[in-house]
């Protein structure tokens, strides 16, 4: 096995697994660039195949955002690594977001190896099988290239399986690509913080009760580095609390003033 860093960018190449390809190598600037040029773009409805033989067409899963997660099954390094990351990940930014807030999705890209039954046994050995909001799949070839060349990952052939950038990316409720996350082990922050943003909003685009809440959400849900978890930070809301009450006591004596003055003039007619 082999893991290389691509450049400063902290982007992981994964290494081998137990079938023989073609070696070709990856360039780290040019992968790096491909992964973030993607971002904005939009993906296509794609059929998949889901480790129950099922299919599922990637519109299914609009209308939340989306974590998409590539691994091919038989590497034994980096993609069960970063499996178990964005495992403790999810369970954290669900509790700090909301249960049904998100979905994942775990695509094998290995489309040779990576059978429906396998995609099962992966999902079976790292204990998300039974998440209706993590979905188990894989692809045909064609759609495979399209979908990966949509969100810019990069892979490559390398001596007993693959090259590949560790990518987790983030789409948005429309299926456009919104972030991208490298590593196999990274800071809870980092994968949170554009799902914060795109389930609560990062503006208000109406003054609705429901709108003010999420806003209200997406200012006091705070990451908290002692515990390694996001919380409510109640503080937040005293501190606006009490500078709404502070504006309103301020309208309320500039009214009584306006009030006293009115009733003077009058006094002196």
Known sequence: ??????????????????HPVSAAG???AEALARSEAAIGNATGDHR??????????L??????????????????TVCPAGTETLKVSVAKARRALGGESFQVLTLGFDARNDTPQRMRAFAIDHSIDGDPLWHVASASPAVLHALLDEVGFSYAGAAGGFDHVSQTTILDAEGRVYRQV????????????PLKELVFGTTVGSV??????????????VYDPKSGRYRIDYGIYMGMGAGALSLVLMAWVVVRMW????RTERAGA
Do not use: H, N
């Open 208 to 221: 609705t009760p429901s709108a003010l809440a999420d806003r209200l959400r997406f200012l006091c849900t």
């Open 26 to 28: 990856i360039d780290p």
């Open 59 to 76: 519109s299914d899963l609009k209308g939340r955002p989306l974590v998409l997660s590539l691994i091919y099954t038989s590497c034994s």
């Open 1 to 18: 096995m082999s893991v290389r860093m691509l450049g400063a960018a902290g982007l992981l190449v994964a290494c081998l697994s137990a």
């Open 259 to 262: 009030l006293g003055a009115r």
């Open 182 to 193: 490298y590593g196999d082990d990274y800071p809870l922050p980092v994968l949170v913080e």
């Open 48 to 57: 998949l195949l889901q480790s129950d033989g099922s299919t599922l067409a």
